[in-house]
């Protein structure tokens, strides 16, 4: 099993310039040392005596009389000024920026879970909750061993906690089987849900440390019968307040739920991913027909209109869908609602299994998806051929995600071991930014960016360990033609 992280560095105490990468083992701390003493003797320097001031303070003398003889020379020619600054319009739509600047990518926290990291397990997935300051992250088998039946982990962190030790989670809370992803509910910190290899989803109150297992599906004939790789939170329209949990399998099912009294999840509604429904154009390859299901891996929803939603699918192919869908699903009966087929549109695949897809939070028409290809694919929803592919990897791309601020901007997590930052605005070939994450090229499985703080980068591994990045002024601060330059992107015609 892979040795435990050494500690990280503190916050400040370590920089990584643009070629470097994060490693635990090499902190310096003699600098870290140097630095803490400096701001100790500073301290000391100012626990002066009061006689010291005094006879500073006498030091000072002002001669008055001609400090208001120069001010009554000048009023007349700075009052001529400040009427011309007030009036001018240079500054018109400029937003002050009144945080630090930040030059260097830092890795602030490596967190992890001995006890999982003994067991070889590796962090399948990774979110924030709805304050920006709890980063959860899910422990499972992505490659050998036998899933079913291997225990699993999901561990939280609260960043903001003095006392944060990093290979002690604030909450353990064991799970039967293999936790395949996780979300944290969009308004309320504590609850966070999770899909498990079983086909299983389960809601967690992380406040209640006894027993925080709050809802659950159980295995009925409405659960999935694969893996669930993907849970999100969706606005319910009915009722402001409160969400609704989507769940994404490789069964081929995208299932809406709802939370019942007794603690159970019920079915509210759902969709069918069957081959035979799948629209395409004709200048796409033939899409594998047959009554097979579609295996669902990843989904994204607009930040546009609710309605609509992109897959992507095993068969290497991302489709755009509609929650709004009439069409009863091909073999959509068997359980408690009948479903519906979603997919509107298909899109050129990529030459393998799509691992991940996102949707542009400043653009309604663009998302990107990557998969075992090594590639990313810039998309819009309007036509079928990419507008820009990106050999980002020799080997598989686990994930893919739009950073929250800066329009251009997006991160993906390498089976070498890698997190790529992409910034469209500095180059549209090749990464602005590659952190090497994760020694021995041992492969990064998920990213997510925190949207309240939005200098923060989370990045799970298959050594076990969580990376919390802190992202440079660069990746954070939009530019003045940012936009235009997005529109400038999506108006690329391909087909």
Known sequence: PPAGPAAPARPGTETFPAES????????????????????????????SKDAVQDFQQEVQVDYTSLLSFLQRVEDAVIKELNKNWKSRAFDGFEVNWTDQNETVLCLHTLSYPEAQDQNLQVTSVSWNATGSVVACSYGRLEGGDWSTEKSYVCTWNLDRRGLNP?????????????????????????????????????????????????????????????????????DAKHRNRSRLLSASTDGKILV???EQDGRLALA?????????????????????????VGVTSLSFSH??????????????????????????????????????????????????VYSVSCSPFHRNLFLSCGTDGQVHLHSMLQTQPIVSLQLSKKYLFCVRWSPVRPLVFAAASGEG????????????????????????????????????????????ATGAVRV??????????????????????SEVTD
């Open 257 to 259: 739920w709802r939370e």
């Open 21 to 48: 990468f994060c490693q635990t083992g090499r902190i310096s701390t003699v600098e870290s040392a140097a630095q803490s003493h400096t701001s100790r003797d500073a301290g000391v320097q100012t626990d002066q």
């Open 418 to 461: 890698d997190v790529h930052l992409f910034d469209f605005e500095k180059s549209s070939h090749k990464p602005a930014l590659s952190l090497k994450q994760a020694a021995g090229e041992r492969p990064v499985y998920c990213l997510e960016f925190n949207v309240k703080q939005s200098r923060l980068l989370a990045a799970g591994d």
């Open 269 to 293: 509604e759902g969709f069918a991913m069957v081959a035979q429904q799948i629209p395409r154009s004709t200048r796409l390859k033939k899409f594998p027909c047959g009554e097979a299901a």
């Open 167 to 235: 290979q002690r989670p604030d909450l353990v809370v064991d799970v039967p089987s293999s936790v395949m992803g996780l979300a944290f509910h969009p308004s309320q910190p504590s609850l966070i849900a999770g899909g498990l290899f079983s086909g299983e989803l389960v809601v967690w109150d992380t406040s209640r440390t006894e027993d925080p297992v709050i809802w659950r599906t159980g295995l009925t004939g409405d659960t999935h019968t694969d893996p669930v790789y993907q849970v999100t939170w969706l606005p």
């Open 469 to 490: 990045w802190q992202l440079s002024s660069d990746f954070t601060e939009q530019g003045p033609r940012e936009m235009s330059r997005l529109e400038q992107l999506a």
């Open 304 to 353: 546009f209109d609710p309605r609509v939603f992109v897959v992507g699918v095993e068969g290497g192919y991302s489709l755009k869908c509609s929650t709004a869908a009439a069409t009863p699903a091909l073999h959509g009966a068997g359980g408690s609602v009948p479903l519906r087929a979603p997919a509107e549109l298909a899109f050129s695949p990529h030459t393998g299994p």
